[in-house]
């Protein structure tokens, strides 16, 4: 049996082995990913070596901690790969990120940080991933280390984790989700809609690049998110003394989104079936423009943002209590359903990173360095991409599949709640 999935990861692999173009490497590269794939618990260098007759540890270790060779081939292979999977453009791209917990202060890019699949702070590494991801089906295509400031300011650390020139500038992690965007669709990638939680929506700038890039996107934010009535008027208020005003405000006040949607109608919504039947909440939508514009000084409020943007806000109530806010600038005449569907299709990149650490070892890894790191981190991914074929195999009704993988869905999320 297991024979049957190795001989097909081989040929699966083909592409990625051309990418290499170096016979060694040609050979580590599916030692590797059939490491992470295979049994035993622990996914880091030694044990997988251990496992493996034919690879030595020294091999294996160089081929993804120093090794000099280029990821960028792999990377576009990988690119192409999920597009031929889930790409399209009933695809979503959606951005999120991941906490690998660590001991310690020496693996590249460690500190104490908040940790959101915790929701606690932890001493760990943050990676920004983006996720392409259709019928219910992820494959993750980027894991982009986030530096914090207290390793982005110490040139003796970045050196010595051997962080690249080009990206030692402190980034926050919307700077980095928006550069990885550029880079999925610089590769080609098809996909309809951004999606990203809370931790990204709350971000202007992120917003705002995805509008600039003319993308199609549904964001969550915070309760507080403050949101001006679609149909707010700038207009330039009588000054009763002084000079008159240079610059027009708008004619209303900017509110929370909360309090927005607070007196709104809230009705019913099944956005699709899951294991235990449909998946449904209350929701409530309506236009706005979200007060993101530049600031301004207002009557005797002080500085204001102005009316940016008009787009959904959609609020939704869980059955467990649990409210949440999301922005999308979907069209005006896009239908509640589409609304809700597009804000709840996130939850399947959180099955993939549950995938890539329960299964593939992503968390493993036990050296220090960023190109061992994004090696690592990137032989994961190929590792899911190859499960997610076979999945889709089997789907199909083509060969049964090989290796059981995750079910679609995990059970935290089978609840109408989620």
Known sequence: MEADWRSELEAWLSPFAAALRNKTRRRMCPAYIAGLIGPGDRKSVQPMA??????????????VGSGIWDEAPLEAALLAEADRQVGGDNAWLIIDDTALPKKGRHSVGVAPQYASALGKNANCQTLVSVTLASREVPVMVGLRLFLPESWTSDAARLDRAGVPEELRPYRTKHE????????????GVRFGCVLAD??????????????????????????????????????????????????????????SAQAMLETLPWRKVSWRRGTKGKLSARFAAVRVRVADGPPQRIHDMGAQHLPGEEVWLVGEHRSTGERKYDLSNLPTDTPIKQLAGAIKARWVCEQAHQQLKEELGLDHFEGRSWKGLHRHALMSMIALAFLQSLRLKQGKGGKKNLRPSTETEPASNQTSHH
């Open 198 to 255: 809370a931790g990204y929506g709350l971000s202007a700038p992120f917003r705002q690049g995805l509008s600039e890039r003319g993308l199609a996107w549904a964001v969550g934010i915070p309760f507080k998110q403050k949101v001006y009535p679609a149909d707010v008027s700038m207009v330039f208020p009588v000054a009763t003394r002084g000079r008159p005003r240079k610059n027009a405000i708008p004619d209303i006040t900017s509110i």
């Open 176 to 187: 980095i989700a928006l550069a990885e965007i550029d880079r999925v669709r610089a590769a």
């Open 50 to 63: 251990a496992r493996d007759d034919e690879v030595s540890y020294d091999r294996l270790h160089h081929f």
